[in-house]
Nanobody
């Protein structure tokens, strides 16, 4: 599956952004979808995941602020980010995992930069 992420940018603290990730090449509904993020010198960090049926899972640091959703008809997954904080600044990566288990191997999209200014 090929993934194309978009929607990053510069936003002030407290603001919002929506990331999108369009998938192609395989049956989208067969994949759990998610987002990771990475800052320089740190490991890539899991942010959120969503299964084809709509179940979701978030890292504690974004609960209540980020919402992951998917549109199976459009082969797209979204990450609505609200109440953004400077520590949310990172390159955000879209990922896909085949089947019902959110575990490697992941398919990766290119990253999109999110910068939150204080």
């Amino acid at each position: 599956v090929q993934l194309q992420a978009s929607g990053g940018g510069l936003v002030q603290a407290g603001g919002s952004l929506r990331l999108s990730c369009a998938a192609s090449g395989r049956t989208f509904s067969n994949y759990a979808m998610g987002w990771f993020r990475q800052t320089p010198g740190k490991e890539r960090e899991f942010v959120a995941a969503i299964w084809s049926g709509g179940s979701t899972y978030y890292v504690d640091s974004v609960k209540g602020r980020f919402i992951i959703s998917r549109d199976n008809a459009k082969n797209t997954v979204y990450l609505q980010m609200s109440s953004l904080k400077p520590e949310d600044t990172a390159v955000y990566y879209c990922a896909a995992a085949y089947g019902s288990s959110w575990s490697p191997p992941y398919y990766w999209g290119q990253g999109t930069q999110v910068t939150v200014s204080s």
